[in-house]
Structures are given as C-alpha cells and as structure tokens.
Nanobody, 117 residues
Framework: QLQLVESGGGLVQPGGSLTLSCTAS????????IGWFRQAPGKEREEVSC????????SYEESVRGRATISRDDAKNTVWLQVASLKREDTAVYYC??????????WGQGTQVTVSS
C-alpha cells in the first residue's frame, strides 16, 4: 500500500520561506502526477501546485505563482514544494496526493504551515 508523508511545516514569519517534502513508501511516485493542496480553517481545500509524471509540466495556483516551486526526484521518491515570500493567507494544512484533481488518489496526513509574526 502506497503511503505518503508530508513534512517541513512549521511557524514562519511573513516574508520568509520554507520547503515542504512529500515522501512515499510502499510504492514509487514515478507513476503519478503529484499535487500539493492546502486547507485553512473554515475554507475549502484548494490545489496549490501540481507536477506531472517525469516533472515535465508544472502548474501553480494564482496566489502562489511566482513564489512557489514544485520539484521531484523519483529516485528519492520525494516531491518538494518551496514557497517564498510567505503571507499570512498561506497559513493552512498542506497535503500531497497522487492525483491533481483533488478527488482521487492517495493522500498524506498533512503538515501545518503557520505564517505569523
């Protein structure tokens, strides 16, 4: 059974940056596009970024475009999401999944990102 684990979240000041990691076990991520999603309290879950199989194509939600970079290393079974110039509205639980639709696939447990001074 493929399992995903997110890590790298924490408390960050506005304007700071962080890197989130999504690491798989029990299978290979190379077979899947990987999406990063986030959900803030009282808000709908939204897609933040997506990377295709092989890392050929990437996409970003408008609010993070220009500030975020998604990357993958299938040999390490890991996908990263780097976000710079963090804003308070970036505060959320961040999830990775083996699908970019937000409706299917395997999901991790999430990692909390809090942007606050």
């Amino acid at each position: 059974q493929l399992q995903l684990v997110e890590s790298g979240g924490g408390l960050v000041q506005p304007g700071g940056s962080l890197t989130l990691s999504c690491t798989a076990s029990g299978g290979s991520l190379e077979h899947y596009p990987i999406g990063w999603f986030r959900q803030a309290p009282g808000k709908e879950r939204e897609e933040v970024s997506c990377i295709s199989r092989g890392g050929i194509v990437t996409s970003y939600e408008e609010s993070v475009r220009g500030r975020a970079t998604i990357s993958r290393d299938d040999a390490k079974n890991t996908v990263w999401l780097q976000v710079a110039s963090l804003k308070r509205e970036d505060t959320a639980v961040y999830y990775c999944a083996t699908d970019c639709s937000g409706t299917t696939g395997q999901w991790g447990q999430g990692t909390q990102v809090t942007v606050s001074s």
